[in-house]
């Protein structure tokens, strides 16, 4: 049965930059969502805003069909999946769980694994598109799992996203999303190394990102990112913590099939060499202030 808006009730955990304006359209599209997360303002927010609260998984979980977690990487889907008072312990029989979260293959097979096992269905759905697509529903969702739980999930997922595929059995869409990752890191900082290197050339950067927009070198990352980085604002976004996780997932997922990702090693350092300088928390996009430094430039400030 596919999960639409008029048969089914969503247990929502992790409301963050994504997960929040992603329950936030279920509701747009009149899904019945009770959502949980670690800062209980944010639950709040979401009751006044027309959702329902719960103060903890098991309240958010009890009543659902589905239940979406949207948390930053596999220790904490572990965590809220898999231990104690977590989802698998409340989701009722037969209820479906979607992972939205960007994690380990690995992990994603054995939540998949775990759930089976107490008769529930799960599949790993991460996103790719940022807070941007997350607001406006149009996000590029990557799916591991059996072909009737995503049919089933369908609905739901074309509530939050345009692109939707069935990449393979679980732990798929992870594989996949390791690759989306491989690929934006590798264009940030080729678009950073551009900026920087145009920016010291003394040309007008902006006509130039404009006009590499329209070419070959043009990509979503320039669309999405490209005022953010004349400003000099590298608010998040998705965060350098996060893409440090993606780096190690994929190199990691990489080496394991025997596949060379040098360009994609060589990116991870970057961007471990920027957590390590204090920038953890910023956007991505702040591979223009690793750019810098390594080119004797102040990092901050306007491009
Ligand atoms: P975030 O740090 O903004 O939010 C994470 C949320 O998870 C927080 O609100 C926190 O309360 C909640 N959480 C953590 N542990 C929890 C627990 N034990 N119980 C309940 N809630 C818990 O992260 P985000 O940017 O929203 O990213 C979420 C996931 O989506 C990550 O895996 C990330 O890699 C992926 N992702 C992010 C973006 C982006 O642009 N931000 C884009 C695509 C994918």
Do not use: K, R
């Given at each position: 049965m596919a999960h639409t808006a008029g048969n089914t009730k969503i247990g929502f955990i992790g409301l963050g930059i994504m997960g929040d304006p992603m329950a936030r359209n279920l509701l747009k599209a009149g899904y019945d969502v009770t959502a949980f997360t670690l800062e209980t303002e944010k639950v709040e927010q979401f009751a006044k805003d027309g959702g329902k609260g719960a103060s903890s998984i098991a309240e958010a979980v009890e009543d659902a069909d589905v239940v979406i977690t949207m948390v930053p990487a596999s220790p904490q889907v572990e965590a809220v999946v898999?231990?104690?008072?977590g989802v698998l312990e409340n989701i009722r029989e037969g209820g479906l769980i979607i992972d939205m979260s960007s994690i380990t293959p690995q992990t994603s097979i054995e939540v998949a694994a775990a759930a089976k096992a107490k008769g529930v269905r799960a599949i790993d759905a991460p996103v790719s598109g940022g807070e941007a697509g997350a607001i406006e529903a149009v996000l590029s969702i990557m799916v591991g799992g059996e072909q009737e739980d995503f049919d089933a999930a369908k609905p739901i997922l074309e509530t939050l996203g345009k692109t939707i595929v069935l990449?393979?059995?679980?732990?798929s869409g992870q594989t996949v999303k390791a690759a989306n990752q491989l690929i934006v890191a590798v264009n940030i900082e080729a678009v950073a190394e551009a900026v920087v290197f145009l920016k010291k050339s003394g040309v007008d950067l902006g006509a130039a990102l404009d006009v590499l927009n329209g070419g070959?070198?043009?990509s979503t990352v320039l669309t999405r990112k490209k005022d953010s980085i004349l400003a000099g604002d590298y608010q998040p976004g998705f965060k350098i913590d996060l893409h440090h996780k993606d780096m190690g997932i994929v190199t990691d997922a990489a080496r394991a099939v025997g596949a060379a990702v040098p360009a994609g090693a060589l990116v991870a350092q970057l961007v471990a060499s920027l957590r390590a300088q204090?920038?953890?928390?910023?956007?991505?996009?702040a591979l223009v202030r690793s750019v810098k430094r390594l080119s004797g430039e102040n990092p901050d400030g306007a491009n």
């Open positions: 898999l231990h104690e008072g990449c393979g059995p679980a732990g070959l070198a043009g204090g920038d953890g928390g910023l956007d991505h996009s």
